[in-house]
């Protein structure tokens, strides 16, 4: 993977544009769904939230997380960039792995709404909505000031 190291730079930017693509979806998902809870299943509104979630999830979050992914596994890969004797990289892929986790349960409880068999209250969407966040926060600490 040696031929990677001048490409080392612009995969890390590819790698960070495809992070907030990510992390905006992250963010704005368990919103909707937070307003969504508020609309009559069936309404017109109802319609127009579904699309929306729907076409967030497809268009935007499901193509970013595989870009993260592929660009992080790729500077993974370049000799040297990871020193895996240190801590923050271990701690790092598990917030990922959460972050992934929190993605597949936002694509179930779309599905729930558009088969219109929410039952979950607007409470559990508010609180999912800050679990993005604090996995965001832990992971650029990791990256950035790597404390062990
Ligand atoms: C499979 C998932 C991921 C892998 C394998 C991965 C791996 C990496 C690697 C190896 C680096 C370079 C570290 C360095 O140069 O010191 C990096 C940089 C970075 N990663 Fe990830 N990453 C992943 C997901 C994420 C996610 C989900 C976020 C944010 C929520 C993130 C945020 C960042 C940031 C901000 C940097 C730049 C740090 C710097 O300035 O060097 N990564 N990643």
Not at 4 to 18: G, N, R
Not at 34 to 50: I, K, N, W
Request: hydrophobic share 55%; aromatic share 12%.
């Amino acid at each position: 993977m040696s031929w990677m190291v001048p490409l080392y730079p612009w995969i890390k930017a590819l790698h960070i544009i495809s992070v907030i693509a990510w992390m905006a979806g992250l963010f704005y998902l368990p919103r909707l769904f937070v307003y969504h809870c508020e609309v009559t299943p069936g309404s017109a509104e109802d319609q127009r939230f579904q699309t929306m979630e729907r076409r967030l999830l497809r268009a935007i979050m499901n193509p970013a997380m595989i870009a993260v992914y592929v660009f992080g596994l790729l500077l993974a890969g370049v000799p040297g960039a990871v020193d895996w004797a240190e801590g923050w990289i271990y701690v790092k892929l598990a917030a990922v792995l959460l972050l992934t986790g929190a993605h597949h349960a936002m694509g179930r409880w779309r599905k729930d709404f558009a088969l219109g068999r929410n039952r979950r209250a607007q409470r559990f969407f508010r609180i999912m909505n800050e679990v993005p966040t604090a996995l965001m926060i832990v992971i650029v600490i990791m990256v950035v000031v790597q404390p062990f």
